[in-house]
């Protein structure tokens, strides 16, 4: 169990560029999260995942943002037409239905120029 | 929104105890209180969570005010590493709900 892996843990893209990013959960965790974090926020909540089903978006997942997670296992953020304001850290998570904790990744850190 | 109301921040000596508070006064019945931190560049880390009764564990304790309007989370033995930003959450159980986080608490634990 080597945790949740994010790849990759920093992005620079210009404005306008698309980008994706992995997140690899704990094999054995049902459930995925992705979350957003800008500077001294606490991170908000995007996205939710129960196995390849997504569950729940939040009103900060523009129609800019998609999330997938083929087959329950590993999951990917896209993000098109990047604009300075999706500059943040963006964080997966994964847990278990029968678990209170989650276990999150280290984030990839995008900045938009 | 956040639920919670905790300080921006507090400071600690190495080696003492920490303690940081976290007011929660609408708190439902079946709300838990779930405490997390993260340390820089990383992401956020779970700690403890309770419902009514006082929990303890390998990394801290948690303080549940009877009325559970309120709860404390004890370090006992702060060390630098413990240096982080701590998130108190008030929310359903994990597996129904997702959390929602606010600005937490920056704990500086100094030598």
């Known amino acids: 169990d080597t945790g949740v892996s994010q790849d990759p843990r920093h992005k620079i893209t210009k404005r306008g560029q698309n980008v994706t990013f992995r997140c690899d959960p704990i094999s054995e965790h049902n459930r995925l999260y992705w979350y957003r974090q800008t500077l001294g926020q606490g991170p908000e909540f995007l996205t939710y995942?129960?196995?390849?089903?997504?569950?729940?978006k939040s009103r900060l997942l523009s129609d800019r943002f998609s999330a997938e997670r083929p087959k329950g296992s590993f999951s990917t953020l896209e993000i098109q037409r990047t604009e300075q304001g999706d500059s943040a850290m963006y964080l997966c998570a994964s847990s278990l239905d029968s678990s209170y904790g989650y276990t999150f990744g280290s984030g990839t850190r995008l900045t938009v120029v | 929104d956040a639920k919670t109301t905790q300080p921006t921040s507090m400071d600690c000596a190495e080696g003492r105890a920490a303690n940081l508070p976290c007011n929660h006064s609408t708190i439902s019945g079946n709300e838990y209180v779930y405490w997390y931190r993260q340390i820089h560049s990383q992401g956020p880390q779970y700690i403890i969570h309770?419902?009514?009764n006082n929990e303890t564990n390998e990394m801290a304790s948690l303080i549940i005010t009877e009325d559970r309007k309120s709860s404390t989370l004890i370090l006992p033995h702060a060390t630098l590493r413990d240096t982080a930003v701590y998130y108190c959450?008030?929310?359903?159980?994990?597996?129904?709900?997702?959390?929602?986080f606010g600005k937490g608490t920056m704990l500086l634990v100094s030598p």
């Open positions: 959450i008030v929310n359903y159980y994990s597996g129904y709900s997702t959390l929602t």
């Open positions: 309770g419902l009514k």
């Open positions: 995942f129960q196995n390849e089903a997504q569950l729940e």
